[in-house]
Nanobody, 122 residues
Framework: VQLVESGGGLVQAGGSLRLSCLVS????????MAWFRQAGGKEREFAAA???????FYGDSMRDRFTISRNNARRTVYLQMNTLKPEDTAVYYC?????????????????WGQGTQVTVSS
């Protein structure tokens, strides 16, 4: 299983970015996909997860500004991030686990991408 993130970069506060995660090596129909982030010196933080049906689950601080979506035919998961703040600066990771339980704990996810850097300037 391989997860490859893209779409990170430098954006000004208030701006938007859309991250993408291309998945290979697994059929997505029975896979929960998620996004986590990790800022320097901090623990990895749950952002959002989505089951193949489209059911979504968000971290408390992300639910109002972030939207997770997936296109199983394109084998891609997205994270739309709006009204970005400097505190959103982090490396964003795509993760996958088998089955429909949408966990916020990183230990529940079996597969990870290499991460993409998002930097929000003030």
């Amino acid at each position: 299983v391989q997860l490859v993130e893209s779409g990170g970069g430098l954006v000004q506060a208030g701006g938007s970015l859309r991250l993408s995660c291309l998945v290979s090596g697994v059929t997505l129909n029975n896979v929960t996909m998620a996004w986590f982030r990790q800022a320097g010196g901090k623990e990895r933080e749950f952002a959002a997860a989505i089951w193949s049906s489209g059911f979504q689950f968000y971290g408390d601080s992300m639910r109002d500004r972030f939207t997770i979506s997936r296109n199983n035919a394109r084998r891609t998961v997205y994270l739309q991030m709006n009204t970005l703040k400097p505190e959103d600066t982090a490396v964003y990771y795509c993760a996958a686990k088998y089955g429909p339980m949408l966990y916020a704990q990183s230990a529940q996810y079996e597969h990870w991408g290499q991460g993409t850097q998002v930097t929000v300037s003030s």
